[in-house]
Structures are given as C-alpha cells and as structure tokens.
C-alpha cells in the first residue's frame, strides 16, 4: 500500500486547487462545506482549513452570511492582476539573475529543457505547454530568494490560471519554450537588466490576452 505522507488538508488543497484552474469548478461557483466534506470524504473542519488556503491563494473566497465560493474575476480584476505580475515577475527576474545559487540556476535550465522537449514533441499539448510555461514562472520567482515574493506571485498567478482555464485550448503553443529562452539565458549569466527586460517582454501584452480571451482563445504566460 502506497501511503501519502501529505496530510489531509494539503491533498484537499490540491485537489480543489486543480478543479478551479481546469475549469471544473468555474468561477463564480458556490461551495458548500458540506457537500465537499461528502464527496471527498473528510470531516468538514479539514474542507473548511482547505477553503482557508485556497482564501489566501487568492482562488476562493469567503462571503458573510453566503459562504464560500470560487473567486469571480473581472476586466479590472485582469487589468490590476496583469500589472501586478509585469511588475513582481521583472523584479524577482533581476533578482534571480543576480541572487539565485548555481544548483537553482541548474534547476532553471533542467526545467527549461523539459519545456523545450515538450514543444518540440507534443507540440498540440496545448494545455501541457500552458503548465510547463506556469512552472517556469514560478520557479525563477522561486529562486529570486524571496518567500513573501512567492507568496504574493502565486495570489497573482493562480487566479490569472484560473481565468485562461475557463478559455478555449486550440492554440499553437509550440514556439512557446523557444520565446523564453533570452529570459532563461539572462538569469543563468547573471545579467539583472537584461532578465527583467526578458521578463517584461515575455509577458503577453494585456490587451492582446483580453482579446484572445474574449474571442474564446488563450494564448501562454
């Protein structure tokens, strides 16, 4: 018998966490204590700890006298979130450049690689891809050395996945490690100003994703 060493809340975390960010719990979507506490059958103190986390991830949200819900997100929501990332993911890129360790930087070309072969051999996994790019982005805000700099990414990051979850996946993805690869190349040679401007010119111009997202398409971090 395998036997998972994460506790309760955290699998509960997990799961809940990747049925928003597919699709599967859309936004807007009530959710009852209760009901969760049947279906994934834990008590309603754990469903209600992972509510709690995913609160603080910024994917849910708790309402007086309603209850808990998935979060709704707006075209302000979008505008504010967009710039909050242009600005943390330009700064932790600087950072990474000029604080990560030789075995993070290490870390960063593997997981670039992966990335890289993914495109070049499954170039239709189009949703695939779109997780690759995610993880990306969140292992050089990982690796810039600031924990409260993650923290706040990934309020910013989730329900940005969120959003592009709800879209249509039939994009062309397989140019998309190649366009990272100045950012990545940045980084691991230590230059700052060149890694926040790759940063900032790999992030998809807002206007450009909320027409992608209004005509039913997404396109990649």
């Not at 009530?30 to 994917?59: C, I, Y």
């Not at 996994?125 to 990306?136: E, G, H, P």
Request: with cysteine; proline share 3%; net charge negative.
């Amino acid at each position: 018998m395998k036997i998972s060493k994460e506790s309760l809340e955290t699998q509960a975390v997990r799961y809940l966490r990747e049925r928003i960010l597919s699709g599967a719990l859309p936004l807007g979507e009530k959710l009852v204590e209760s009901t969760l506490a049947k279906q994934l059958e834990l008590s309603r103190s754990t469903v209600r700890m992972a509510l709690n986390s995913l609160v603080h991830e910024g994917l849910v949200i708790q309402k007086p006298y309603a209850g808990w819900q998935v979060v709704e997100i707006d075209e302000a929501d979008l505008w504010e979130l967009y710039h909050l990332r242009l600005a943390l993911e330009s700064e932790a890129a600087a950072m990474a450049a000029e604080w990560a360790s030789e075995q993070d930087k290490a870390r960063l070309q593997a997981l670039f690689a992966d990335y890289r072969q993914l495109c070049e051999r499954q170039p239709e996994a189009s949703r695939a891809i779109s997780q690759m790019d995610w993880q990306l982005h969140c292992l050089i805000v990982e690796i810039c050395g600031s924990a409260r700099m993650l923290t706040s990414y990934k309020q910013i990051l989730y329900p940005l996945q969120a959003y592009i979850g709800l879209s249509h996946q039939n994009y062309d993805l397989s140019q998309s490690a190649l366009s990272h690869q100045p950012l990545v190349e940045a980084i691991c040679r230590g230059d700052a100003e060149e890694a926040a401007k790759q940063a900032r010119d790999n992030i998809t111009p807002f206007s450009r994703r909320q027409k992608a997202l209004s005509d039913g398409h997404s396109e990649t971090a």
